[in-house]
């Protein structure tokens, strides 16, 4: 018996060696973001941005370098790409990946496809559009104290903690493949040395279509989910402007008659403050209501102005099909896809201004 | 042949608890959303409780033929059929066993191959994981059940991962409540029994637990708590995919994990999958050790002499399964013969059993 376990003991220990290739973090290249753009003769050109550093350990200098190469599949790219690095790529960290407009809008179906498969490709990543070139973007360099992939991680993050809607790549997945919803992501664009978001890039099914201006990114936000923070500028009067302040928002769908006559009411309730008035009084209880009613109002049209162009162009980034799916039995998606351009929508906001700030 | 075991070797009434969830708990959990969403859709969650349901009720009738049989479930078929035939009918069920290991372990090494080590030889990983499997099924049952008590302890946090999904979950997906047929909501049930399976061990390990009438409160338990585990992670997963991305979505517990984020930790999926060893790992034991005990009873082999040659055919069969096609074939043949075991064969046994107790009684009075 001893001699059977020796034996054991043994096999166990040389199948050690059995070991799948390793990853030692030094030996690899992990990829930061990733640039789709489109070009000539059905082909894609990828272009991938790398954290380098230069310089000993005592004194190393973070940046980032970009490899692009064209090619029919994003496979066949990573094997093109492989030809001058020093490394081979690892795609575990990728954290955005962003597609050129005109790429864009002929459909992404292919790349989405050969990204969900990869079991190394997270879900909270972020997807992008950007206006112009991808390799551009990604080759620059931007004076922010951030290398690029790191630059563009957490911009997006944070501005989806305020007055962008919060997409990832989960949810693009989960309006691509399911029914009644259709994706949205950050638009992107490079201006004065940096880039910035420029919108929200509204797809149908899996061409980009249109696009939502920056500053309206929050009335579309209220719409789509609850939340914290964020700000929006209203008009007041004929000169005047104040800037609302978000400290909680809620809204509700009441769908009626999902499956014959359609009706749709959307209730918003944000409760803020308003520290930037310009000159308004705002320790006067008519003024503050006056505020709030000026508030709803322009809320209730930016945002039924807004629907209704989404309606028009026939694509539902709210997930109102959805949303009506869940209102009513053996939902039928095709008629619902035939009249949803002319479901009377309304929007109601209720609006409570709670805080002007610490002085009177 | 002596049916009890002595003492020294029985386990504890309440262990009862971890047997039966560590065998329901195992690779199914992985990815049984989109089965059981595949026929009743959004409402599939209910089919869950509903199939629960009826794996309590079985678990009553092993328990109530057990006891009046005095022993195991070698035992009930000797006193229907007779030896010879009683003994085929064991011998079949220890087969299915059999391939009940195989099944999981062989599941297990594919979401190794396909998540983390695509060049992984499958022959490696097998050899080292029924290596393992020897160590502790020769270290007789005891040991088998500690596994299973760690198992327990060990996957159940896992459940908590879910609370990453929940910002991102909408809970309207799973509304209107009812809106599929009965047949779609049957086909659903019997589906989701499928990963239910494993309790059905309980009929050959019975004898090992002491005073085992008093372990079937422990052993109604760890069901509830299987179906507790199942409920939940159904429900977070419609909740946080949509109907049509399920679908497309085979490991949907796996890609759920994908979005956890800790500080320290980018990508948890990796973690987690190392740490479903510890789940798996108790299934292929109990099996395993249950092919052993069947054949113990049956032909009277010890159990250390059948060990070695059932680990060999199962490493075979790791071997002989390759692609997804194939492994997913296994997998429904394997739950096939299970559907027919739990919902035919024990209603079955249970009636016999009680007309064959019934009417000896009748002569012996």
Same mark, same amino acid.
């Given at each position: 018996m001893p001699k059977a376990k020796l034996m054991m003991a043994a096999i166990l220990l040389f199948l050690v060696g059995c070991t799948p290739q390793k990853q030692v973090l030094e030996d690899i290249q992990l990829v930061g973001v990733v640039g789709y753009d489109d070009a000539s003769g059905n082909k894609i050109q990828a272009t991938v941005s790398v954290p380098t550093t230069e310089g000993g350990s005592e004194q190393a200098v973070l940046s980032s370098t970009t490899y692009s190469a064209r090619s029919h599949t994003s496979r066949n790219i990573r094997q093109i790409l492989q030809a001058e690095t020093p490394k081979p790529f690892a795609s575990g960290r990728v954290s955005v990946i962003i597609f050129n407009e005109e790429l864009a809008s002929r459909g992404i179906t292919k790349i989405i496809d050969s990204l969900q498969r990869d079991p190394s490709v997270g879900r909270n990543i972020y997807l992008a559009v950007a206006k112009g070139s991808t390799k551009d973007m990604l080759s620059k360099e931007y004076p922010v104290g951030e290398i690029v992939p790191a630059y563009l991680k957490r911009m997006i993050e944070q501005n989806m903690e305020l007055t962008f809607p919060r997409a990832n790549f989960h949810h693009f997945n989960y309006s691509y493949y399911g029914k009644g919803s259709d994706p949205f992501m950050p638009l992107l664009e490079e201006k004065h040395g940096h880039i910035r978001i420029a919108g929200v890039a509204l797809f149908d099914h899996s061409k980009y279509v249109d696009h939502i201006s920056f500053e309206d990114s929050f009335i579309f936000k209220l719409l789509y989910q609850n939340f914290r923070q964020g700000s929006h500028e209203y008009k007041l009067g004929k000169e005047n402007y104040l800037t609302l302040e978000n400290l909680s928002s809620h809204v509700n769908y009441d769908i009626y008659n999902a499956n014959t006559n359609p009706k749709i009411n959307i209730t918003i309730r944000v409760t803020g403050k308003v520290n930037d008035a310009a000159g308004t009084p705002l320790y006067q209880e008519k003024k503050i209501k006056m505020i709030e009613k000026t508030i709803q109002k322009q809320t209730e049209q930016d945002a039924e102005k807004m629907v209704d162009r989404l309606q028009k162009k026939g694509i539902d980034p709210l997930g109102l099909g959805d949303r009506a799916r869940s209102r009513a =039995? =053996?939902?039928?998606f095709k008629e619902w896809n035939q009249k949803y351009p002319d479901i009377p929508v309304h929007v109601k906001a209720k609006i409570k201004v709670t805080q002007g700030g610490i002085v009177e | 042949m002596n049916l009890q075991p002595k003492e020294n070797k029985l386990v504890s009434p309440y262990f009862a608890f971890y047997l039966i969830n560590t065998m329901q708990v195992g690779v199914g959990v992985l990815g049984f959303q989109r089965y059981i969403a595949?026929?009743?859709?959004?409402?599939a969650w209910m089919a869950v409780i509903t199939g629960g349901i009826l794996i309590h009720l079985l678990v009553w009738m092993s328990y109530r033929m057990l006891k009046n049989s005095g022993g195991d479930l070698v035992a009930v078929h000797e006193d229907i059929a007779g030896k010879a035939i009683g003994g085929a009918l064991s011998t079949l069920f220890t087969v299915y066993s059999g391939f009940l290991a195989l099944t999981v372990l062989r599941t297990y090494i594919e979401v190794i191959q396909v998540w983390m080590f695509p060049h992984i030889n499958i022959w490696g990983i097998s050899l080292i994981l029924l290596g393992v499997v020897y160590y502790f099924v020769s270290g007789g049952f005891r040991i088998v059940t500690a596994l299973g008590f760690f198992s327990v302890i060990l996957g159940t946090?896992?459940?908590?991962?879910?609370y990453f999904a929940v910002k991102d979950s909408h809970i309207y997906n799973i509304l209107p409540l009812f809106d599929h047929s009965v047949t779609d909501f049957f086909v659903a049930t019997k589906t989701m029994t499928l990963n239910y399976l494993g309790f059905e061990m309980l009929l050959l390990y019975y004898p090992f637990i002491k005073h085992p009438e008093k372990s079937e409160k422990w052993s109604q338990w760890g069901v509830f708590f299987t179906i507790l585990v199942y409920t939940i992670t159904a429900v977070e997963s419609f909740a946080y995919y949509s109907q049509g991305q399920l679908k497309h979505t085979i490991w949907a517990t796996l890609t759920l994990w994908k979005i956890v984020e800790f500080p320290f930790v980018e990508r948890f999926e990796y973690i987690g999958i190392s740490m479903w060893l510890f789940v798996v790992l108790p299934n292929v034991c109990i099996a395993v050790w249950c092919v052993t005990r069947g054949f113990k009873r049956v032909y009277s082999i010890k159990q250390k002499h059948t060990l070695i040659p059932v680990l060999i055919l199962i490493f075979a069969g790791t071997l002989f399964f390759k692609d997804r096609q194939e492994i997913d074939l296994l997998n429904s043949l394997v739950s096939k013969a299970g559907y027919y075991i739990i919902y035919f064969y024990i209603p079955l046994l249970f009636v016999l059993h009680w007309l064959v107790l019934k009417v000896r009684r009748k002569k012996d009075a």
């Open positions: =039995r =053996r939902f039928d | 595949k026929s009743a859709g959004h409402d946090p896992l459940i908590f991962l879910k």
